[in-house]
């Protein structure tokens, strides 16, 4: 059961390895700013890097990724 269902969910994101370093937007401005770059990627979350330096844990939902 439950670990199939959980295995065939995160096979998605094997498409999606490529986004650290991509552009993004948070669709949930942090303080007035919402452009970065992805730093990092973990499957649900992502790091992002504001233009401003602050780096920010968001779900990949919140992100807008330009790839």
């Not at 295995?7 to 370093?21: A, K, N, P, R």
Request: aromatic share 12%.
């Amino acid at each position: 059961g439950g670990k199939d269902k959980f295995l065939s969910m995160c096979v998605d994101y094997d498409d999606l390895e490529g986004i650290v370093g991509c552009y993004c937007t948070l669709v949930y401005p942090y303080r007035g700013h919402s452009e970065g770059t992805v730093v990092a990627d973990y499957g649900h979350e992502v790091i992002v890097r504001l233009n401003n330096g602050k780096e920010l844990t968001e779900y990949r939902s919140d992100v807008l990724i330009y790839e």
